[in-house]
């Protein structure tokens, strides 16, 4: 689902790039998976559980703002999961309770 737009344009001297992606399938997808996750289940043969769907246009800027959600690093880790914590992104969460990272 990764449908990133880029329109490129020259303005009074300066190019400008502008970065879109329509997120309504990303938010509807979650707050189901939201809703239908009642207990923890892990991966089959992982202790992992999907968390959250973030899409690559949120991911390009938090990466603006120091955090890389592609970064196996313990610090960025735990910036992702304040990150997915925060009441700001709740809507990018498909599991209830708090993302926690162990080093």
């Avoid at 202790?47 to 690559?56: F, G």
């Amino acid at each position: 689902m990764i449908d990133v737009s880029t329109t490129i344009k020259a303005e009074q001297g300066q190019l400008i790039v502008k970065r879109e992606q329509d997120v309504e399938g990303y938010l509807e997808q979650n707050k189901r998976e939201l809703a239908e996750a009642s207990t923890w289940r892990p991966y089959a043969g992982t202790n992992m559980k999907k968390v959250a769907s973030i899409p690559m246009i949120v991911a390009e800027q938090w990466l603006k703002e120091g955090v890389n959600v592609f970064s196996n690093e313990p610090e960025q880790r735990r910036k992702v999961a304040q990150k997915l914590n925060s009441n700001e992104y709740r809507y990018l969460r498909t599991a209830p309770g708090q993302v926690g990272w162990r080093a």
